[in-house]
């Protein structure tokens, strides 16, 4: 079981690490996915997907390429303690305002009949969980946000 740790990362993976410790600990990604902003030339970043353990990964250019994202999609990770991913949406949400981690956003992402997504993000922690048809199928997190200096707040690496 893998634990998810808000803020800080996932077990030995932290963010803020760079490219190449991230690949030291992981090896090779499956699939390297670059993603750019047509408004903004200079936001790249990068997804590296992890197909055995369901895991992505992204790095940020205006970041020096430094680890901003997480997301897994397995029920081997443990989010305080719960496997969250299978969870309906009600569970998870009742989960959630248990641990007292802020207000939830919820938006409707659908875009046809056959299928539903939504997405509830939760700004204090920096996490989103995404739905499908009312069941928990993704956890993405990352590290804080300092409001006032609009900037990240790396995690100590001893943590």
Do not use: C
């Amino acid at each position: 079981m893998k634990k998810i740790e808000l803020g800080k990362g996932l077990d030995n993976l932290y963010f803020g690490m760079s490219r190449d410790e991230f690949k030291s600990i992981m090896g090779e990604p499956d699939e390297v996915q670059t993603i750019e902003n047509e408004q903004l030339p200079d936001d790249v970043s990068e997804a590296w997907h992890y197909d055995d353990v369901e895991l992505s990964a992204s790095f940020d250019k205006l970041e020096d390429w430094k680890l901003t994202s997480l997301a897994v999609s397995s029920d081997s990770y443990s989010f305080e303690g719960i496997d969250l991913i299978g969870l309906s949406q009600q569970e998870v949400l009742e989960q959630i305002e248990l641990m007292g981690l802020g207000d939830v956003y919820l938006e409707d992402l659908t875009d046809n009949e056959e299928s539903s997504q939504q997405i509830a993000t939760v700004l204090d922690v920096s996490l989103n969980l995404w739905f499908d048809n009312g069941i928990l199928t993704e956890i993405q997190w990352g590290p804080f946000w300092d409001e006032e200096e609009e900037e990240f707040i790396w995690p100590d690496k001893e943590d």
